[in-house]
């Protein structure tokens, strides 16, 4: 690992009380790269929904359950990777379960919308899971950065930024 990397693991008990820390701690992370609000709210956002996954779907609430997250920067190319893993039930069809609006916990008014959201803000999203063993959600983010959106505004290129 050079001096542009950084990295940072956590092991974090499956309560839904933790997810507001984990997604904390990992915005808190990418400071470094200097991201814009936006970017840092999806990562926020992305970072709730794997976390959130684990304690109601992995795990279904049980106590004495463990999150491991380990989250990876990278400054020379801006990214970001996060891994949010359990050992629970794991899922049996994870191309199903990637599926918009695919929930197995309609009962309790999910709605079947994490993995898309987690697609959406971020730029690769990759689920490997065993049933009976466990899931990893592995999420990368290319952090186009606030100084970045500046220079954009700056130049008259990126109109949208105006409004950030
Ligand atoms: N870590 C996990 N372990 C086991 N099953 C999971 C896990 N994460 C997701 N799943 C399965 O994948 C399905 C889809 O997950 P997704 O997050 O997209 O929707 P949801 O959690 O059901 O609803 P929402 O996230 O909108 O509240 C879940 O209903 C569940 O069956
Ligand atoms: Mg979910």
Request: overall charge negative; aromatic content about 6%; charged content about 30%.
């Amino acid at each position: 690992m050079n001096c542009a990397e950084n990295m940072f693991s956590m092991r974090l008990s499956a309560l839904s009380e933790n997810e507001s820390f984990a997604r904390s701690a990992v915005a808190a992370f990418c400071l470094p790269l200097d991201p814009t609000l936006e970017e840092i709210n999806d990562i926020k956002t992305a970072v709730s929904e794997a976390v959130t996954n684990c304690v109601v779907h992995a795990y279904n609430g049980a106590k004495d359950k463990y999150i491991d997250m380990t989250v990876h920067i990278d400054a020379r190319l801006n990214k970001v990777s996060i891994s949010v893993k359990d050992e629970g039930c794991g899922i049996p069809d994870v191309k199903k379960a990637l599926e918009p609006f695919f929930t197995t916990k309609a009962d309790e008014e999910r709605s079947g919308m994490g993995f898309t959201i987690m697609r959406t803000f971020t730029d690769c999203l990759q689920v490997k899971s065993e049933e009976g063993k466990g899931t990893e959600v592995s999420m990368t983010k290319f952090i186009r950065g606030a100084s970045d959106a500046c220079a954009r505004r700056n130049a008259g290129i990126d109109r949208a930024c105006e409004e950030r």
